[in-house]
C-alpha cells in the first residue's frame, strides 16, 4: 500500500493538487480522511462520489469492517485520540505514543482504516489530503505503508487572506456550514506552527516540497518533479477533475469533472489593509530566511 499524503495549512491549494493526484491510474483520492470519525458518524455530509456519506459504499465498508475487526472499536473515543495526536503540545510525544500499550488498538485499528480503503483501489494507492502535519508525522511513525509526503505551502499573506473569506461547506445538506474564518494574527500563528512542524517530516524517506505559487508559475516543470517523486503513472497533458471518495475539502470539487487548469496567481489581497499586508509579507520572508 502506498499513501500518498498532502501535508501543509489550510487554503494552500491542496484542492488543486489533490485533483491532479486523483489522475493516478488506479488510485483512490480519499480528502481529509482523518475526518472520518466525525463526518460519518455526525451523517450530515456528502462525500463528494455525491452520496450521502453514510451511503457511500466506501466510507460504509470502512465503519463495516473496523466493526467487525476489532471489538473495542468505539468511534467517539477514536474521534478524540485523532484530535488529540493533532494537538500542537502532543507533536513531540508522536513516537512514544505509536508505541504505547494504550495506544496499541488504536494504532492497528488507523493501520486497518488504510488498508481497508486501499482493498477499494486498483493498485493500492491512497490519496490522503488531511493536510495535517501531525497525522503525517504519526503515520510516518506507524511506518505500515509506503508514505510519500509532498509539503505543500502558499506564501502567508495569501493564506491569512484566504482565511479570512466566508465560504459555506458544500457537503453539508441540511444546513449552512462555514468554513472557519481566521483572523491575521491565529492565521499567522497556525502558519508558522504548520512550518516549524513540517520541518519534523522531512527526516521522512519520500518527502517533497512544493511551494503553491512555484506550482501555478510552472506548472510542467513541477508536475515532472511530482510525476517523479510520487513513482506513478498518469498523463500530465490530460488532467482532469475525477470523481474521487473525499472527504472534505475546498468548494472547488462541487464544480465537476472539467479539466484542471493550473493559472499562475494574481494575488490581490482583498481582505487585508495595506498595514496587515506588509507586517504578513515580512513574516513570510522572514520565516523563509530562518525556518524553512
Ligand atoms: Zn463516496
Known amino acids: ?23 493516478i491510474d488506479g488510485s483512490l483520492s480519499v480528502g ?29 465498508d470502512v465503519d463495516k469492517q473496523l466493526r467487525q475487526r476489532f471489538d473495542d472499536y468505539a468511534p ?19 513516537p512514544v505514543i505509536v508505541v504505547s500499550e494504550a ?21 493500492g494507492v491512497v490519496i490522503d489530503s488531511s493536510k495535517s502535519v501531525s497525522w503525517a508525522y504519526f503515520l510516518e511513525q506507524l511506518a505500515f505503508s509506503e508514505l510519500y509526503i ?3 505551502e502558499r506564501n502567508l499573506p495569501s493564506v491569512a487572506n484566504s482565511w479570512r473569506k466566508q465560504i459555506v461547506l458544500p457537503e453539508y445538506t441540511s444546513k449552512e456550514v462555514y468554513m472557519p ?12 506552527k504548520i512550518k516549524v512542524m513540517a520541518k519534523r517530516l522531512k527526516r521522512a524517506d519520500h ?54 487548469k493550473i493559472i499562475p496567481q494574481k494575488d490581490r489581497f482583498k481582505n487585508l489593509n495595506a498595514f496587515q499586508l506588509v507586517f504578513l509579507k515580512l513574516v513570510n520572508g522572514f520565516a523563509k530566511t530562518f525556518l524553512s
Open 103 to 123: 495506544w496499541q488498538s488504536f494504532c492497528e485499528q488507523v493501520k486497518a482504516f488504510y488498508e481497508i480503503i486501499a482493498s477499494h483501489t486498483k493498485n
Open 181 to 192: 474564518v481566521k483572523s491575521i494574527v491565529l492565521s499567522t500563528k497556525s502558519w508558522l
Open 1 to 23: 500500500m502506498k499513501i500518498i499524503y498532502i501535508a501543509g495549512d489550510g487554503r494552500s491549494g491542496s484542492t488543486l493538487l489533490d485533483s491532479i493526484l486523483s489522475n
Open 207 to 260: 518527502y517533497l516540497f512544493v511551494s503553491y505559487e512555484k506550482l501555478c508559475a510552472q506548472p510542467d516543470l513541477w508536475l515532472q518533479k511530482i510525476k517523479a517523486f510520487v513513482q506513478e503513472d498518469f498523463d500530465l497533458s490530460q488532467l482532469h477533475m475525477l470523481p474521487t471518495h473525499a472527504i472534505g475539502g475546498n468548494p472547488m470539487r462541487a464544480k465537476g469533472d472539467d479539466s484542471i
Open 32 to 60: 481529509e480522511c482523518h475526518r472520518f470519525w466525525i463526518r460519518f458518524y455526525e451523517g450530515e455530509t456528502r462525500c463528494a462520489c455525491g452520496k450521502m456519506i453514510t451511503d457511500c459504499e466506501l466510507w460504509s
Open 76 to 94: 467517539e473515543q477514536f474521534k478524540k485520540r485523532v484530535q488529540e495526536i493533532q494537538q500542537y503540545r502532543n507533536f513531540k510525544k508522536i
Open 150 to 152: 509532498i509539503h505543500l
